[in-house]
Structures are given as structure tokens and as C-alpha cells.
């Protein structure tokens, strides 16, 4: 993935309502959306999504979408953390790659 790549999904996620989000199953419908406080998730006026009439095996996708607003973001930053680890190790092969370089010249080539 691509530094652009992780910019569009980051700008995505930062634009979106701020997690957690629920998912909550009634009688005749599925809702998803952002969880306000302590209060039950849905009180009839907040944002919230009615993904579809229930259907078999949709519970799954339910659950997945109200959960990838807290989970995006921690991957979004696992990724950045690990890249920061991959350039720090780059940056120190380098540098010891330059060092070994110079005691080689030394070594080869004394005053």
C-alpha cells in the first residue's frame, strides 16, 4: 500500500462520526451507527444507518461495519508505526554500512 493509498483511507476515516458505533437487531430492521455516551445506541434520534430488512447471514456484515470505525483506525496507525520502524532500521543500516565503509577505506588505504 501506497503513502497515498493510506491518505485517502485516513481522510475517509477522519471524516466519518467518530466511533465506537453499534449495531443493534430488532423485530423488523438492522441499524448501524455511531454510539452517543452511555445511552442505549438508538433512541430514535441520532445518526444512524438502517442497513436492510433482516435478512439471513447479514448480522456479519452488520457487525463488521459498526466495528471497522474503531478498527480502521488502529490499523491505520499500526501501519504507520511499523513503517516508522522499517525507515529507523533503513536509516541505521546506513549508517552502519557508511561506518563500515570509512574502517575499510582506513584499513586499505592508511595515511
Known amino acids: 500500500m501506497n503513502q497515498e493509498r493510506l491518505a485517502e483511507i485516513q481522510a475517509r476515516c477522519n471524516a466519518a462520526t467518530p ?3 453499534f449495531h ?3 423485530s423488523d430492521v438492522q441499524r448501524v451507527g455511531p454510539k452517543i455516551g452511555n445511552e442505549h445506541p438508538y433512541d430514535g ?4 444507518f438502517e442497513v436492510w430488512r433482516k435478512q439471513p447471514g447479514r448480522l456479519e456484515d452488520l457487525m463488521f461495519i ?3 470505525r474503531s478498527d480502521v ?3 491505520i496507525a499500526e501501519v ?5 520502524i522499517i ?7 546506513a549508517n552502519s554500512v557508511t561506518k563500515n565503509n570509512q574502517d575499510i577505506n ?4 592508511p595515511d
Open 106 to 109: 582506513r584499513a586499505l588505504y
Open 73 to 75: 483506525p488502529d490499523l
Open 45 to 48: 434520534v441520532g445518526p444512524t
Open 66 to 68: 459498526a466495528a471497522s
Open 19 to 21: 466511533g465506537p458505533w
Open 87 to 93: 525507515v529507523s532500521s533503513m536509516i541505521a543500516n
Open 24 to 26: 443493534e437487531v430488532t
Open 80 to 84: 504507520k508505526r511499523l513503517r516508522n
